[in-house]
């Protein structure tokens, strides 16, 4: 049974992986596909890390933890769909069909990692948004133009539990309502907004009850349970493509990393809570669940995470190899016509790096 309220979190697995409510047969290969994207995810984010350790990378966002609500949106948003991100969606963006070699471009300042293939659905969608929340407010205007233009299609939208603080977390649910718009706003409670706990954060008993005063459905879910993500947004983005309106999922997780690289979370955050995190993380669970089920097994855990590691390592070898961005994408970028004094910018920005000549 799906439970959908906001005071209590629908899970689908225990801690340990044993199923509270087992899949159906025809749902295993979705899960398995779910798992191998966690595995390869929690690989990739790893390495990024390292990377930026290593002054390869600039600033970058983990995503460990939070593996099962980025892949589950993945799974669940269809083509015709428009994913609008936070930035630790790192998994979701992947399965959209963002190359692993662009996400570290965009973490790297190379605006190129936001030129999404063409082919791939991800070119329906908006590149990494960093500010907190305002990428809602664009979904919602995403959502708007969706409608207007009687698409059967849905507008996911994430953001972290500190956002749903600001204004245009509450500007975006009050338009939703209003006009029913067919978005899907997803909360990572991942527990923190970078050292602010959650019970800092807001007083609300939960935020999935921040949808009551915008008059949409809101729920809360376990983040760290595919299963349970994978029902949650099945649900969530139908009846938004069928035009029955906009819903408010708050996923409960936890940050097991960093903010991010700039960031040390050992300074205000006891090691006994981030040790207790870990035993409900998401892709230990999912795997003893598959296990237990005899759908996965040692051996192809072996053979998985040997692929993931050269996936990676072939993603890191291309972003390496890349030759730097022109300086001049810093502001080609920003306007669709550059106002007068940035073109003058532009101009010596140009004659500085090329000397004037052009490739
Ligand atoms: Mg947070």
Same mark, same amino acid.
């Given at each position: ?13 225990? /801690?340990?992986? $044993?199923?509270?409510? !087992? ?18 995810? !929690? ?21 460990? +933890?939070?593996? &099962? ?8 948003? $269809?083509? =015709?769909?428009?994913? /609008?991100?936070?930035?630790? =969606? ?5 399965? !959209? ?38 990428? *809602? ?17 849905? %507008?996911? %939208? ?8 600001? +204004?245009?977390?509450?500007?975006? *649910?009050? %338009? ?10 997803? /909360?990572?409670?991942? $527990?923190?907004?970078?050292? %602010?706990?959650? !019970?800092? $954060? ?18 809360? /879910? ?9 029902? &949650? ?13 906009? @819903?408010? @999922?708050? &996923? ?37 669940? *598959? ?39 810093? *502001? ?28």
């Amino acid at each position: 049974m799906f439970t959908r309220t906001p005071y209590e979190c629908h899970t689908r697995l225990a /801690v340990d992986g $044993q199923w509270h409510a !087992r899949p159906g047969d025809d749902q295993w290969a979705r899960l398995i596909e779910g798992y191998r994207t966690m595995a390869l995810i !929690r690989q990739f984010d790893k390495k990024a890390v390292n990377l930026q350790r290593t002054g390869k990378l600039g600033t970058y966002a983990s995503c460990l +933890g939070a593996e &099962a609500l980025t892949t589950a949106a993945g799974q669940t948003l $269809q083509p =015709d769909d428009y994913f /609008v991100p936070y930035y630790r =969606d790192q998994a979701t963006q992947y399965l !959209r069909g963002v190359r692993l070699e662009q996400i570290l471009q965009y973490w790297g300042g190379d605006e190129r990692g936001n030129d999404f293939p063409a082919d791939a659905p991800a070119v329906r969608d908006l590149p990494n948004c960093v500010p907190i929340g305002t990428q *809602l407010t664009q979904a919602a205007g995403v959502a708007t133009k969706a409608k207007q233009r009687h698409e059967h299609a849905a %507008v996911l %939208v994430t953001c972290g539990d500190g956002a749903t603080s600001r +204004g245009d977390f509450h500007e975006t *649910l009050n %338009v939703a309502g209003v006009w029913q718009l067919p978005l899907v706003v997803l /909360v990572n409670n991942n $527990q923190w907004a970078i050292s %602010v706990p959650r !019970r800092l $954060q807001t007083a609300s008993r939960t935020i999935a009850q921040k949808a009551e005063a915008a008059g949409i459905e809101g729920f809360q /879910v376990d983040g760290n349970d595919l299963p349970a993500m994978l029902d &949650a947004l099945d649900y969530a983005l139908d009846r938004a493509r069928h035009g029955k309106g906009a @819903i408010l @999922i708050e &996923a409960m997780s936890y940050r097991l990393s960093d903010h991010t690289t700039a960031d040390d979370a050992s300074r205000y955050r006891k090691a006994s809570d981030l040790h207790a995190a870990w035993q409900r993380e998401p892709v230990a669970r999912l795997r003893q669940a *598959l296990v237990e089920a005899g759908h996965w097994d040692g051996d192809q855990e072996k053979a998985w995470l040997e692929h993931c590691q050269r996936q990676v390592d072939e993603a890191i070898d291309s972003y390496l190899a890349t030759p730097p961005a022109p300086a001049t994408d810093m *502001l080609d970028y920003l306007y669709a016509n550059l106002p007068p004094a940035l073109l003058a910018q532009r101009a010596q920005l140009e004659q500085r790096t090329t000397g004037g000549h052009h490739a």
